[in-house]
């Protein structure tokens, strides 16, 4: 797995390349998040999705119930492999912070070991529900190791039909209305006029020619889950331009996505609380801190002169007149 398919700023589209060339994409959580983030941002080929083979999907199947508590990739690995899932990230330096702790490439590897014993051993181990977390042990049946191997697959149109319905890819799963309304949102504007976000880009960034509609959309995943929700929301409608703080946390998000060097030096100059590192030389990230503020301030400036703009436009915008009622 190479670096631009983590942190390129063409991640997602060069990510589906890469797995498109694949006779079969096995994931934990592939269906269930990672190809719903990347559908936010670029096109999925139905294609890809016939050869996708989800374990969480087929564990969850295959245990029950309707929450998937208990079968990410840590417990699994630990439960099933007797193997504690590696985190990185404790040094205030190390780039894995941005990411949870978790190297990319290590689960990968932890990855492959739970499928090969998934499909060797056709078991796994996990707590069984949140409120009972004593490990139980399940035998995979003959039609979830069809699934596993790839032999039977959940198919473009059904994952697209579940993606859109109750934030949920499981199909006895609860799953989370906002997650629901987020991967609407993204499919109702993913290919809707994103003027505001190229504005916003050519403010930002002073230049004329803004990055890649691609970078535009990869910003908003850099926001939380409600902010990202309600800023494509806002792009329907007009209700972009009548959200100054919005399109300011999206002009700060877009930034960091165009300069992920300063978002690093940004992260690593958080404050830890440690009695030792209290008392070494914090200058270096004080001036990434004091970096931060005055970037946020142009944000703040950019999104304001967008938001102007774009107001004075639809104001300026003629009314069409509306014909005569026929009273004949």
Same mark, same amino acid.
């Given at each position: 797995?190479g ?7 063409l991640s997602a589209?060069?990510?589906v390349?890469a &797995?498109?060339?694949?006779?079969? @994409?096995?994931g934990?959580g592939?269906l269930? =998040?990672?190809l719903?983030a990347?559908a936010m941002i ?5 294609a890809?999705l016939?050869?996708?083979v989800?374990?969480l999907?087929v564990?969850?199947?295959?245990r029950g119930? #309707?929450?998937a ?5 840590g417990? &699994?690995s630990w ?6 899932? /590696? ?5 205030r330096f190390?780039?894995t912070?941005a990411?949870?702790?978790?190297d #990319? ?5 932890l990855h ?6 998934l499909r060797t051993? /056709?078991t %796994?181990t996990?707590p /069984?529900r949140?409120?009972?977390p /004593? #490990?139980?042990t399940r035998? &995979? ?7 596993l ?5 959940l ?11 109750r934030g949920t890819i499981? !199909?006895?799963? $609860?799953?989370?209305?906002t !997650?629901?309304?987020?991967a ?11 003027? #505001?976000?190229?504005a ?5 960034l002073?230049?004329a020619?803004p990055?890649?509609?691609t970078?535009?959309l990869?910003? %908003?995943?850099?926001?939380?889950p ?5 800023a494509? $929301?806002?792009?329907t409608?007009?209700r %972009?331009a009548?959200?100054t703080e919005r399109l300011t946390?999206y002009?700060?998000a877009?930034?960091?996505?165009v300069?992920?060097?300063a978002?690093h030096r940004w992260r690593?100059a958080?404050?830890l609380y440690d009695? @030792?590192?209290?008392?070494?030389? %914090? =200058?270096?990230?004080?001036?990434? $801190?004091?970096?931060?503020r005055?970037m946020?301030?142009?944000a703040a400036?950019a999104?304001g ?7 004075h436009a639809n104001? !300026?915008?003629p009314?069409?007149?509306k014909?005569?009622a026929?009273? =004949?």
């Amino acid at each position: 797995m190479g670096d631009e398919l983590i942190d390129g700023p063409l991640s997602a589209p060069h990510t589906v390349a890469a &797995l498109e060339r694949a006779d079969l @994409v096995v994931g934990h959580g592939l269906l269930q =998040s990672d190809l719903r983030a990347l559908a936010m941002i670029t096109p999925v080929p139905d294609a890809l999705l016939e050869c996708c083979v989800d374990i969480l999907v087929v564990l969850h199947e295959a245990r029950g119930g #309707p929450w998937a508590t208990g079968l990410d990739l840590g417990d &699994l690995s630990w439960h099933t492999l007797r193997t504690r899932r /590696a985190k990185h990230g404790n040094g205030r330096f190390d780039r894995t912070r941005a990411r949870g702790g978790f190297d #990319p490439r290590d689960d990968a590897r932890l990855h492959a070991r739970l499928w090969q014993h998934l499909r060797t051993r /056709a078991t %796994f181990t996990a707590p /069984a529900r949140a409120a009972d977390p /004593a #490990p139980v042990t399940r035998t &995979l049946d003959a039609a979830a190791m069809d699934q596993l191997c790839g032999r039977e697959v959940l198919g473009a149109a059904e994952w697209h039909r579940r993606r859109l319905s109750r934030g949920t890819i499981h !199909a006895r799963g $609860q799953g989370d209305l906002t !997650a629901a309304e987020l991967a609407a949102a993204a499919d109702a504007n993913f290919r809707d006029d994103i003027t #505001p976000l190229r504005a916003c880009a050519t403010e930002l960034l002073g230049s004329a020619r803004p990055p890649h509609d691609t970078v535009l959309l990869a910003a %908003f995943q850099l926001l939380g889950p409600g902010a990202n929700l309600k800023a494509r $929301q806002a792009l329907t409608a007009g209700r %972009f331009a009548r959200s100054t703080e919005r399109l300011t946390a999206y002009t700060e998000a877009l930034w960091k996505t165009v300069h992920p060097d300063a978002r690093h030096r940004w992260r690593t100059a958080e404050p830890l609380y440690d009695p @030792v590192l209290r008392e070494m030389d %914090f =200058s270096a990230p004080r001036a990434a $801190q004091a970096e931060q503020r005055q970037m946020y301030r142009e944000a703040a400036a950019a999104a304001g002169r967008v938001h102007h703009a774009w107001r004075h436009a639809n104001a !300026a915008r003629p009314v069409p007149n509306k014909a005569p009622a026929d009273r =004949s």
